[in-house]
């Protein structure tokens, strides 16, 4: 998934350094690459709020996403268009890193005043917040689709009993 940050763009080594203290207060090793990007390990979930559990979860990555801002999204629905954009994602897949993953991008939305770009269309119900679906161009001339959100309904998301990160 993405974050999506408004404002002024800084370069991911700016934005990681900002968040070291906070990551490794609750995650352990927390790794930095020479690129300036990161890999972490949830150590103590509890630093995530309720419902958080890091049992049977792995590696997690943050990583500058080349891709935002685009020329070629409808960004119409927001004040403005993203200027720059992040990659958070688990280095495994399964349910327990998606909930994971999702807990960590809440928490970072919160952080960064960031958008949430869900990657792809949600099956989730209608809940509390922001929820929009941005076209972009796609492969061949057409047009895909993608749903971004803030994190009120984040938030709403995770605190469904049937909450997927899978899309």
Do not use: K
Not at 135 to 164: E, K, S
Request: negative net charge; aromatic residues 8%.
């Amino acid at each position: 998934m993405g974050l999506w940050l408004f404002g002024r763009p800084r370069r991911t080594r700016e934005v990681v350094a900002g968040l070291l203290p906070w990551l490794e207060s609750f995650c352990a090793p927390v790794l930095v690459r020479d690129d300036g990007e990161v890999d972490f390990w949830v150590e103590d979930p509890s630093a995530l709020g309720p419902g958080a559990d890091a049992e049977g979860t792995g590696a997690f990555f943050l990583a500058d996403d080349e891709h935002i801002p685009a020329a070629d999204e409808d960004c119409s629905a927001f004040p403005s268009p993203p200027v720059q954009g992040l990659v958070l994602a688990a280095g495994s897949s399964g349910p327990a890193n998606h909930r994971m993953l999702g807990h960590l991008a809440l928490a970072l939305a919160r952080r960064l005043d960031a958008l949430i770009d869900f990657d792809g269309m949600l099956d989730a119900p209608v809940l509390p917040g922001l929820l929009v679906q941005v076209a972009y161009g796609a492969d061949g001339g057409g047009r895909g689709v993608r749903q971004v959100g803030d994190a009120a309904f984040l938030d709403a998301w995770l605190r469904q009993p049937g909450f997927r990160l899978i899309m």
